[in-house]
Each structure stands twice: as C-alpha cells, then as structure tokens.
C-alpha cells in the first residue's frame, strides 16, 4: 500500500481558520488540500489502499486512510474543512494516541521522526535532485515522503538523510507537491509507465 | 506548443456565482479551477509554452494563455476569480471576437468546434478507453481534449469522433480530468517517461 507523508511549513494548525482564506490566513492550507486530493481521488472513485500523513509545523500530524474515508469531495473548501476537523480534535491527542475526528481521519501528536519510524517499506523522498522513478524503480510497497511549498529545514533535512532510503525524481521541472504525487500514483499504477 | 482543450458540461457561464461554493452553485467550476492549475503551475513558476481552452456548455469558452497569464495562483479560490471576470467579459464577446478579461485571459462565444478548427498540431482525446499513452506517443505540439467530471453529450461524441486524431489514455484508471492533464505534461517533459 503506497503512503505518502506531507511535510508542512506554513499550514496553521490553529482551527479557527476561514474557509474563505485558505491560501492567506490558514497558512497555505489550499496546498495540503490539493495533496490529499491527490493521494485519493479518481474520477467517482476513492483509491481506497492509500495513506496520507500531513506532518504539519511538526506539531500536528493528520492521518487519512483511503480504506474509511468517508463525504469528502474533491475540492479544496470541501478537504479543507474535514481538515480544519482533525486539526480541532488534534487538542485531545495525547502522546502517541490519536483521536478521530471523522470516518478515516485521525489528529496526533506524531513527529516526522514518529511518523516515518513506523512504516513498512522502503522510505523514499520525492526530490527534484533525486534519480529518475524510472531508473530507481519504487515498488508499491513504498512510503513517499515530500515537502509542501517550502523546501525542508536543514533539521528535517539532516534526519532525512538518514532516514530514508533513496532519493526520487518524478521529472525534470520542480513540480507542486500534489502534482508529483499524482505522477507517483500514475507510475505505480501503470508498473513503471510500462504497461496499462 | 501543447495546447488543451476541457469540455466543461455544468460549471456556470452566469458571473455571479459566489466564491464560497464552487462545488455547488457554480456547478462544479471547482473540477476546472484545477484543471488550470494542473495546465499552468510549476513550483512557484508557471508554464510559459501552454494554451489552455475552457469550453462551458457550449456557451462560453475562456482561453488562457500561458505566456501572459500575470497574479494567478494556485488555490481554486483564486483561480475562480480569474475565471469569473472571463465570465463576466463575455458578456461583450460576439461572434469570433475575443474579449481580453485580465492578462492572458480571454472570453469569446467560440464553440468546441471552432476551437478545435483553429488548432495546429494534432487533436488527441485523453480517454480512458484510447491507446496506452506510451504506445500512441503523442508529440508536445498536439492539442488534448478532455472532458470534465461528466462523460460527452451523444452529439460532442459525434464531433469528436470525426475531429480527433486518435484516442490516447494516460493510465488505467479513471482519473480526473486535472490528474490526466497533470500526467499528460510529464510524459511530454519527460520524453516518453523515458529521459530526465
């Protein structure tokens, strides 16, 4: 099962955010949205063997799960506000227990560090630097980690050194975060852009 | 230069729709603010070299070209604005005659298959039911038709049919219309899906 993990920089974490400024007051929240678009949706469909974990400001960890997701619509107002829930209920998350905040979303305190130590599977980094999906071949057994908007702190960037195990590119022009989560769905969809 | 061409079946010609509700009262113009952000945006760069057709009912088409598109950004909120000034420029629109609504954003009464009269290249429909893309091998200077979150009218099959060059499909699943657009860029930036 592909999971994918967000590291988000600027998103509030703060739930008191209008739906009406995604992209201003609530921290470029619209980008999150498009990333959890990404990792789930097909055309009347849900990818139901998917995991998205949105690590946002190493505060906050939300976790989707394709399996239970449940009344969320493609559009980022629709995502946005079954975020802003995980983000409310993420105030009962204590320690490593999560809370639900609704069918296949859970609120945690979870660390990138935490996130990443308990996942099956190669861990591989979605970087413009890294070698061509294509030569490196990721199975779908892997987990994906990318950064949002913002390239990730050299904190992040010394634990991802170590942590995962190679370096993926899915092209040669610097792409957004949901962008290059589609194209690592399409790869794996199509076993390597060979055979469909 | 790769062109596409969207046809949008319920999103509304009518301006006034409000921001708040692009999913509902704008009749879905949410599936085609992403379908824009998925033709233009890089990593906080845009595609110069794109062309991109929103053909809406049959009513109402805005273009918008890559190479003049200014104060554009990604979220759908923002898009729809643009969108909606086109909308509201194309009131004054008559027979072929474009009305310029905002740098590289223009509204006219053309119909699918006056746009689709007046393109070079190619005319490849991506399609879930076409060629595997890696087969078919469409060249960047080809024009991509797709449809939105609804399958043709029995007559746009009919023009299509006739209009189109081959069928072309970017995987085996049915994705959105955004994601296929999104798929459809990397395979031409990275020739093939085999150089980067």
Redesign the interface.
């Known amino acids: 099962m592909p999971t994918f993990v967000v590291i988000a920089h600027t998103a509030t974490t703060d739930p008191s955010f209008s ?2 400024d ?2 201003g007051g609530a921290g470029r929240l ?2 999150l949205c ?1 990333c959890v ?2 990792a789930f ?5 849900l990818r139901r063997d998917v995991r998205l974990h949105l690590v946002i400001r190493g505060d906050v960890t939300l976790t989707l799960e394709g399996s239970s997701l449940r009344r969320v ?6 995502i946005a506000s079954h975020l802003r829930s995980g983000l409310a209920a993420a105030g009962e998350a204590v320690g490593h227990q999560s809370v639900e905040s609704g069918p296949g979303i859970h609120a945690s305190r979870l660390t990138l560090e935490e996130v990443l130590a308990d996942v099956d599977g190669a861990i591989v980094r979605l970087h413009e630097g890294g070698g ?1 999906i ?1 030569e490196r071949e990721p199975s779908p057994g892997s987990t994906f980690v990318l950064s949002d ?1 913002r390239d990730v702190t050299s904190d992040e960037e010394r634990f991802l050194r170590e942590a995962v195990d190679e370096r993926v ?8 975060a949901d ?1 290059a989560i ?2 690592a769905h ?1 790869y794996l ?2 076993e390597g ?2 055979r ?1």
């Open positions: 739906l009406d995604l992209a619209d980008v498009r678009n990404a949706f097909l055309s009347h469909d619509a493609p559009d980022e107002r629709n061509a294509t908007h590119s899915v092209g040669p022009r610097p792409l957004h962008h589609t194209i399409n969809d199509t852009f060979r469909y």
